[in-house]
């Protein structure tokens, strides 16, 4: 019985043996740095395969250790219990860059020569608006609030009619708000009196004819509207627009990066992060008619004017110093 239980002992003894050796085997492995929320901070990514270096601490203060960065490590694979268990535990023996093309030596060389720089571009792209948004509003002011109203159901009807014998077949019309409120007088240690009325239909008319802007504005006063509260021009098809200024401003940022690059005697190596910070538009330009009133005296002349469009880039360059 004792010979039976030793002979049993002994196996898994030998079975233990057998598996440690197993999961110490050396190994080498390449791929890039990655960043991991893991406690040890790093992770080697070959392909669909990722290892969690234990000891990564060892190597962080290389130059060359960063994200992204190849690598070729030697060590073994740990069994080991990790908070997510993201990658294969690994333990580093050795690290060092990985250049697929070229000898280590040149690599280190070329390691040792190179440094960041963060640059930005700025562009302002010109172009002509496409549309005119125009608001123009029918008041009318009575006793009683039926004669307001009324009379100012006809005279919006009439403006409305001018508007669509004006304007393009293409171009839109629409109420955009329409108010009956009571006008109040108020006196000192008294009441609030209602002395009468004031109805408000405010009409919408957008369209991409510039050259009915002016007349459009005058049919609408010759028929009754009496408040055109303002003009405004905006770029509905701005995609080519944007994408000049977008272009315009990369192509700054990375001319900033190879002026540095030959101030230091180098050249860039390669562009290693493009972060686009926001194309944007000024707010559009727009005319109000004196006082809110529309005075139509002869033709109301309109000049569109241009829109600037602005964009801006960061660019992440790696330089080459010379030595």
Do not use: C
């Not at 003894?13 to 960043?35: C, D, N, P």
């Not at 690994?90 to 093309?101: C, D, G």
């Not at 409305?160 to 077949?169: D, E, I, N, R």
């Amino acid at each position: 019985m004792t010979k039976r239980l030793l002979r049993v002992v002994s196996a898994i003894v030998l079975v233990f043996a057998i598996t440690g050796a197993t999961l110490a085997k050396e190994i080498t492995i390449r791929g890039r740095l990655q960043k991991t929320v893991e406690a040890g901070g790093w992770l080697i990514v070959d392909g669909d395969h990722k290892y969690l270096v234990l000891n990564a601490r060892k190597f962080m203060n290389e130059t060359w250790f960063k994200e992204a960065a190849e690598v070729e490590a030697v060590g073994e694979t740990k069994d080991v219990m990790t908070t997510f268990m993201e990658g294969t535990p690994f333990e580093a023996k050795t690290m060092r860059p990985f250049e697929q093309r070229g000898s280590e030596t040149n690599t280190s060389k070329l390691e040792k020569g190179l440094t960041r720089v963060l640059v930005s571009g700025d562009s302002i792209v010109q172009a002509q608006p496409d549309t005119a948004i125009l608001t123009i509003s029918v008041v009318t002011q009575a006793t009683r609030a039926l004669d307001a109203q009324q009379e100012n159901a006809t005279k919006t009807d009439a403006v409305v009619k001018a508007l669509k014998a004006t304007v393009s077949p293409s171009s839109e019309i629409k109420t955009s708000g329409y108010s009956l409120q009571p006008q109040r007088v108020y006196r000192e240690n008294q009441p609030p009196t209602i002395t009468g009325y004031e109805a408000r239909n405010t009409v919408t008319v957008t369209t991409s004819d510039l050259t009915k802007v002016g007349p459009i504005i005058d049919a609408a006063a010759q028929a009754g509207a009496n408040d055109v509260t303002g003009i405004s021009f905006t770029l509905r098809k701005d995609r080519p627009a944007r994408d000049q200024a977008l272009a315009e401003a990369t192509r700054e940022a990375v001319s900033k990066a190879q002026v540095i690059a030959q101030s230091l005697g180098g050249r860039v190596v390669r562009i290693l992060e493009v972060q686009e910070e926001g194309t944007t538009r000024p707010p559009e330009p727009r005319y109000a008619m004196e006082g809110g009133q529309a005075r139509v005296a002869a033709s109301t002349p309109i000049e569109v004017g241009t829109l600037d469009i602005r964009s801006r880039v960061q660019v992440l360059a790696e330089v080459e110093a010379g030595g």
